[in-house]
């Protein structure tokens, strides 16, 4: 007997709330409902429904099993009606947090770019370099910058993403170039405050080790778009990403130090807080920005460095 029409008929006694009611929209006996559902129940090996003359209730088990029959069977229409619609039809609202500065640059602009493919969602965004919790807050998704730590989320890498030392040439034309990693204690280093800089600081490939120092300097801000224009106005040597700094060593506003040095890539992640279930609409975003930012020249560099 076929599964499917065994859910779709018990779903369907369960809403009517007798099995004469379903036989009657069906067109079929109610002993042909009554066969469908033994042999759902015997399949399962539960009891889903108490049934008599009377009157029909549904198991603990069986109301639990009714919801999620009712989404499977969602999803299924859903789909159904995508493909004979001749396109992937997602609706609802999407929220999405991101990095403040990656966020500005990197998701933003793509926001109205989904919407004109997917017009029946409807987007929020909100950019700050706090960790929200995904779940607690309501979120569909977070796109996170950096080595992502062991937790219940589910995360799914998008692309690479290369950290690296930089400096305006007139800076290193008035006070030098580090040579190595250690002589950046004798440099202006721009960095992250204490309240929002990264858990292990800035990372150097020494030998076929991954070292991490937390230099010191004259300057620190809780904003990277802040130390990036300290960095372009001469005040010290940065720590920055390749998504950010590309155009300004291309136009030689900035300069590479310690590339000798400069640690694998991380990654970019879009973090979900759970894997199963998730709505089409944002499934279909993830699969977009992963599509868009593999075409991107600024992340195939960063993979390639």
């Not at 995904?134 to 998704?141: K, V």
């Not at 858990?199 to 300097?217: D, H």
């Not at 590309?246 to 759970?274: K, M, S, T």
């Amino acid at each position: 007997m076929d599964k499917l029409k065994q859910l779709e008929t018990f779903v369907s006694v369960a809403q009517r709330g007798s099995l004469t009611a379903a036989a009657r929209v069906e067109g079929v006996a109610p002993a042909v409902i009554g066969r469908r559902l033994d042999a759902l129940e015997e399949r399962l090996g539960v009891k889903l429904m108490v049934r008599t003359t009377r009157r029909l209730s549904l198991t603990h088990e069986g109301s639990a099993f009714l919801e999620d029959c009712q989404r499977v069977l969602g999803e299924l229409a859903s789909a159904e009606a995508s493909v004979s619609a001749g396109g992937v039809k997602a609706s609802g609202h999407l929220r999405v947090t991101a990095p403040a500065g990656f966020g500005r640059h990197h998701v933003a602009p793509l926001v109205p770019l989904f919407r004109e493919q997917h017009p029946e969602v409807t987007v929020s965004l909100n950019l700050g370099d706090r960790v929200v919790d995904l779940a607690a807050e309501g979120y569909d998704c977070a796109v996170r910058v950096g080595d992502f730590p062991d937790s219940s989320l589910v995360s799914v890498r998008l692309a690479d993403n290369r950290r690296l030392c930089v400096a305006a040439p007139a800076y290193l034309k008035r006070h030098g170039t580090p040579q190595a990693p250690a002589d950046l204690a004798r440099f202006a280093c721009l960095v992250l405050s204490s309240d929002a800089s990264q858990t292990r600081g800035w990372a150097f490939r020494q030998g076929a080790e991954v070292v991490y120092l937390r230099p010191n300097g004259p300057l620190d801000c809780s904003d990277g778009q802040v130390l990036h224009a300290w960095c372009v106005q001469g005040h010290g040597i940065a720590w920055r990403s390749t998504w950010e700094v590309q155009a300004d060593i291309a136009e030689g506003r900035l300069v590479e130090v310690l590339a000798a040095f400069a640690a694998p890539p991380n990654g970019i992640y879009a973090v979900l807080p759970q894997r199963r279930h998730l709505p089409l609409r944002v499934r279909l975003w993830v699969d977009f920005l992963r599509l868009h930012y593999g075409r991107s020249a600024v992340f195939r560099q960063a993979a390639a460095s």
